[in-house]
Protein backbone atom coordinates (compact mmCIF):
# COMPACT_ATOMS: atom_id res chain seq x y z
CA UNK A 1 0.00 0.00 0.00
CA UNK A 2 3.11 2.04 0.70
CA UNK A 3 4.10 2.02 -2.23
CA UNK A 4 1.47 2.45 -4.56
CA UNK A 5 0.56 5.96 -2.20
CA UNK A 6 3.96 7.04 -2.74
CA UNK A 7 3.62 6.32 -6.73
CA UNK A 8 0.79 7.88 -6.41
CA UNK A 9 1.64 11.40 -4.95
CA UNK A 10 5.06 11.71 -7.41
CA UNK A 11 4.27 11.11 -11.25
CA UNK A 12 7.92 9.35 -12.28
CA UNK A 13 8.26 9.37 -15.83
CA UNK A 14 8.52 6.03 -17.57
CA UNK A 15 12.39 6.57 -18.43
CA UNK A 16 12.54 7.18 -14.34
CA UNK A 17 11.02 4.34 -13.50
CA UNK A 18 13.16 2.45 -16.14
CA UNK A 19 16.14 3.99 -14.52
CA UNK A 20 14.52 3.15 -11.05
CA UNK A 21 14.00 -0.24 -12.19
CA UNK A 22 17.72 -1.18 -13.20
CA UNK A 23 18.65 0.56 -9.56
CA UNK A 24 16.32 -1.90 -7.96
CA UNK A 25 18.29 -4.90 -10.19
CA UNK A 26 21.82 -3.52 -8.86
CA UNK A 27 20.71 -3.77 -5.24
CA UNK A 28 18.79 -6.84 -5.91
CA UNK A 29 22.13 -8.59 -7.14
CA UNK A 30 24.35 -7.44 -4.19
CA UNK A 31 21.73 -9.02 -1.92
CA UNK A 32 21.77 -12.08 -4.01
CA UNK A 33 25.30 -12.04 -3.61
CA UNK A 34 25.53 -11.52 0.00
CA UNK A 35 23.06 -14.27 -0.01
CA UNK A 36 25.73 -16.76 -1.98
CA UNK A 37 27.64 -16.90 0.76
CA UNK A 38 24.84 -19.19 2.41
CA UNK A 39 26.18 -22.19 -0.17
CA UNK A 40 23.64 -24.82 -0.21
CA UNK A 41 23.12 -24.70 3.33
CA UNK A 42 18.98 -23.41 3.45
CA UNK A 43 18.44 -26.72 0.95
CA UNK A 44 20.40 -28.63 3.31
CA UNK A 45 18.37 -27.59 6.53
CA UNK A 46 15.41 -27.68 4.58
CA UNK A 47 16.34 -31.52 3.46
CA UNK A 48 17.12 -32.71 6.89
CA UNK A 49 14.14 -31.17 8.09
CA UNK A 50 11.62 -33.32 6.03
CA UNK A 51 14.11 -36.33 6.55
CA UNK A 52 13.49 -36.68 10.30
CA UNK A 53 9.68 -35.38 9.47
CA UNK A 54 9.49 -38.65 7.75
CA UNK A 55 11.91 -40.78 10.78
CA UNK A 56 9.33 -39.71 13.14
CA UNK A 57 6.60 -40.67 11.03
CA UNK A 58 8.78 -43.97 10.71
CA UNK A 59 9.19 -44.24 14.45
CA UNK A 60 5.37 -43.67 15.34
CA UNK A 61 4.49 -46.27 13.15
CA UNK A 62 6.92 -48.72 14.28
CA UNK A 63 5.68 -47.78 17.91
CA UNK A 64 2.15 -48.32 16.81
CA UNK A 65 3.28 -52.17 15.25
CA UNK A 66 4.85 -53.02 18.79
CA UNK A 67 2.22 -51.98 20.53
CA UNK A 68 -0.02 -53.66 18.58
CA UNK A 69 1.95 -57.18 19.04
CA UNK A 70 1.42 -56.35 22.66
CA UNK A 71 -1.68 -55.98 22.67
CA UNK A 72 -2.22 -59.56 20.65
CA UNK A 73 0.29 -61.11 22.71
CA UNK A 74 -2.03 -60.49 25.97
CA UNK A 75 -5.06 -61.32 24.19
CA UNK A 76 -3.13 -64.70 23.25
CA UNK A 77 -2.00 -65.27 26.62
CA UNK A 78 -5.51 -64.60 28.49
CA UNK A 79 -7.21 -67.29 25.57
CA UNK A 80 -4.32 -69.71 26.45
CA UNK A 81 -4.65 -69.27 30.77
CA UNK A 82 -8.65 -69.62 29.62
CA UNK A 83 -8.17 -72.70 27.58
CA UNK A 84 -6.35 -74.34 30.82
CA UNK A 85 -8.97 -73.54 33.21
CA UNK A 86 -11.51 -75.28 30.74
CA UNK A 87 -9.29 -78.44 30.20
CA UNK A 88 -8.96 -78.53 34.31
CA UNK A 89 -12.74 -78.57 34.71
CA UNK A 90 -13.09 -81.03 31.78
CA UNK A 91 -11.05 -83.33 33.58
CA UNK A 92 -12.56 -83.14 36.35
CA UNK A 93 -16.05 -83.83 35.20
CA UNK A 94 -14.78 -86.83 33.12
CA UNK A 95 -14.71 -88.37 36.95
CA UNK A 96 -18.00 -88.08 36.83
CA UNK A 97 -19.32 -88.83 34.03
CA UNK A 98 -22.00 -92.03 33.93
CA UNK A 99 -21.36 -93.19 30.28
CA UNK A 100 -18.69 -93.73 27.44
CA UNK A 101 -20.22 -91.21 25.29
CA UNK A 102 -20.09 -88.42 28.03
CA UNK A 103 -16.57 -89.28 28.35
CA UNK A 104 -15.58 -89.14 24.85
CA UNK A 105 -17.40 -86.01 24.27
CA UNK A 106 -15.43 -84.54 26.77
CA UNK A 107 -12.74 -85.85 25.72
CA UNK A 108 -12.60 -83.90 22.56
CA UNK A 109 -13.47 -80.46 23.91
CA UNK A 110 -10.26 -81.83 26.23
CA UNK A 111 -8.62 -82.02 22.49
CA UNK A 112 -10.03 -78.99 21.25
CA UNK A 113 -8.54 -76.81 23.61
CA UNK A 114 -5.34 -78.51 23.53
CA UNK A 115 -4.78 -77.55 20.07
CA UNK A 116 -6.48 -73.54 21.09
CA UNK A 117 -3.34 -73.55 23.20
CA UNK A 118 -1.02 -75.15 20.87
CA UNK A 119 -2.10 -72.67 18.21
CA UNK A 120 -1.67 -69.45 20.84
CA UNK A 121 1.75 -70.56 21.40
CA UNK A 122 3.06 -70.87 18.14
CA UNK A 123 1.27 -66.90 17.49
CA UNK A 124 2.53 -66.02 20.55
CA UNK A 125 6.08 -67.14 19.71
CA UNK A 126 5.51 -65.37 16.09
CA UNK A 127 4.72 -61.81 17.90
CA UNK A 128 8.02 -62.51 20.27
CA UNK A 129 9.78 -62.61 16.75
CA UNK A 130 8.23 -59.64 15.32
CA UNK A 131 8.49 -57.44 18.33
CA UNK A 132 12.02 -58.48 18.48
CA UNK A 133 12.73 -57.30 14.97
CA UNK A 134 10.59 -54.15 14.88
CA UNK A 135 12.59 -53.27 18.19
CA UNK A 136 15.71 -53.30 16.05
CA UNK A 137 14.06 -51.05 13.34
CA UNK A 138 13.19 -49.11 16.14
CA UNK A 139 16.79 -48.55 17.99
CA UNK A 140 18.16 -47.94 14.14
CA UNK A 141 15.98 -45.98 13.44
CA UNK A 142 15.81 -43.50 17.02
CA UNK A 143 19.94 -43.88 16.22
CA UNK A 144 19.71 -42.29 12.85
CA UNK A 145 17.41 -40.07 13.48
CA UNK A 146 19.63 -38.85 17.12
CA UNK A 147 22.65 -38.66 14.01
CA UNK A 148 20.11 -36.63 11.97
CA UNK A 149 18.80 -34.33 14.72
CA UNK A 150 22.83 -33.68 15.68
CA UNK A 151 23.72 -32.64 12.01
CA UNK A 152 20.56 -30.12 11.52
CA UNK A 153 21.17 -28.17 14.75
CA UNK A 154 25.06 -27.81 13.44
CA UNK A 155 23.72 -26.79 10.29
CA UNK A 156 20.43 -24.47 11.81
CA UNK A 157 23.77 -22.67 13.76
CA UNK A 158 26.16 -22.64 10.80
CA UNK A 159 23.34 -20.37 8.75
CA UNK A 160 22.26 -18.49 11.76
CA UNK A 161 25.29 -18.01 12.06
CA UNK A 162 26.10 -16.23 8.92
CA UNK A 163 22.58 -14.81 8.59
CA UNK A 164 23.65 -12.82 12.23
CA UNK A 165 26.78 -11.50 10.09
CA UNK A 166 25.27 -10.61 6.89
CA UNK A 167 21.73 -9.16 8.20
CA UNK A 168 23.14 -5.78 8.78
CA UNK A 169 24.27 -5.32 5.07
CA UNK A 170 21.67 -7.07 3.96
CA UNK A 171 18.83 -4.75 5.91
CA UNK A 172 20.52 -1.86 4.74
CA UNK A 173 20.01 -2.97 0.84
CA UNK A 174 16.97 -3.74 1.54
CA UNK A 175 15.81 -0.06 2.89
CA UNK A 176 17.83 1.02 -0.09
CA UNK A 177 15.25 -1.37 -2.35
CA UNK A 178 12.24 -0.12 -0.44
CA UNK A 179 12.72 3.64 -1.45
CA UNK A 180 13.91 2.68 -5.18
CA UNK A 181 10.48 0.77 -5.34
CA UNK A 182 8.72 3.89 -4.24
CA UNK A 183 9.62 5.04 -7.70
CA UNK A 184 8.13 1.81 -8.93
CA UNK A 185 4.24 1.31 -9.61
CA UNK A 186 2.86 -2.06 -8.30
CA UNK A 187 2.55 -3.34 -12.19
CA UNK A 188 6.38 -3.02 -12.87
CA UNK A 189 7.19 -4.49 -9.49
CA UNK A 190 4.97 -7.31 -10.70
CA UNK A 191 6.52 -8.07 -13.53
CA UNK A 192 10.23 -7.78 -12.13
CA UNK A 193 9.65 -9.78 -9.59
CA UNK A 194 8.11 -12.40 -12.22
CA UNK A 195 11.14 -12.59 -14.93
CA UNK A 196 13.90 -12.51 -11.39
CA UNK A 197 12.06 -15.90 -10.32
CA UNK A 198 12.19 -17.29 -13.97
CA UNK A 199 15.81 -16.59 -14.44
CA UNK A 200 18.85 -18.44 -13.21
CA UNK A 201 20.92 -15.44 -12.08
CA UNK A 202 17.95 -13.39 -11.05
CA UNK A 203 18.74 -10.92 -13.84
CA UNK A 204 15.72 -9.13 -14.70
CA UNK A 205 17.12 -5.62 -15.97
CA UNK A 206 20.09 -5.91 -18.34
CA UNK A 207 21.92 -3.40 -20.39
CA UNK A 208 22.64 -3.54 -23.61
CA UNK A 209 26.22 -3.95 -24.45
CA UNK A 210 28.34 -3.73 -27.72
CA UNK A 211 24.65 -4.21 -29.17
CA UNK A 212 23.62 -7.25 -27.30
CA UNK A 213 21.59 -8.25 -24.80
CA UNK A 214 23.28 -8.50 -21.23
CA UNK A 215 21.40 -11.79 -20.31
CA UNK A 216 21.14 -13.94 -23.55
CA UNK A 217 23.78 -11.62 -25.36
CA UNK A 218 21.52 -11.86 -28.32
CA UNK A 219 22.07 -8.98 -30.69
CA UNK A 220 19.65 -6.13 -30.19
CA UNK A 221 18.68 -4.61 -34.06
CA UNK A 222 19.67 -0.80 -34.06
CA UNK A 223 16.16 0.79 -34.23
CA UNK A 224 15.03 -1.34 -31.07
CA UNK A 225 18.22 0.04 -29.42
CA UNK A 226 17.60 3.81 -30.12
CA UNK A 227 13.64 3.10 -28.41
CA UNK A 228 15.61 1.50 -25.06
CA UNK A 229 18.34 4.91 -25.13
CA UNK A 230 15.07 7.08 -25.47
CA UNK A 231 13.51 4.87 -22.32
CA UNK A 232 9.61 6.15 -23.62
CA UNK A 233 8.66 2.61 -22.98
CA UNK A 234 9.62 -1.06 -21.45
CA UNK A 235 11.63 -3.11 -23.97
CA UNK A 236 11.47 -6.52 -23.25
CA UNK A 237 14.50 -8.80 -24.75
CA UNK A 238 12.23 -11.06 -27.68
CA UNK A 239 14.78 -13.65 -26.83
CA UNK A 240 15.25 -14.14 -22.88
CA UNK A 241 12.09 -12.00 -21.69
CA UNK A 242 14.32 -9.61 -19.79
CA UNK A 243 13.79 -5.80 -19.22
CA UNK A 244 16.77 -3.90 -21.56
CA UNK A 245 17.92 -0.80 -20.28
CA UNK A 246 20.46 1.75 -22.04
CA UNK A 247 24.10 1.01 -20.26
CA UNK A 248 24.39 3.73 -17.71
CA UNK A 249 28.26 4.56 -18.15
CA UNK A 250 27.79 4.57 -22.27
CA UNK A 251 25.32 7.10 -21.89
CA UNK A 252 27.51 9.35 -19.79
Known sequence: MATQKKTAEVDY??????????????IDSKIDEINKVKGDLPLEVQDLEDELAGM???????NGEIEELNTLTKQRKRETDQAKIMIANYKEQQNNVRNNREFDAITKEIEYQELEIEL????LKEYAAGMKSKKLLLEEAEALGGERAADLEAKKNE????????RPQVEAFEAQAAKVKAKIDERLLT?????RSNVRNGLAVV????????GCFNRIPPQRQVDIRQGKKIII???????LVADPEAEQ
Open 207 to 214: TVKRDACG
Open 120 to 123: AEKR
Open 191 to 195: AYDRI
Open 237 to 243: CEYCGRI
Open 56 to 62: RTRIDKI
Open 13 to 26: SMQEKILALYELQQ
Open 159 to 166: LQSIEAET
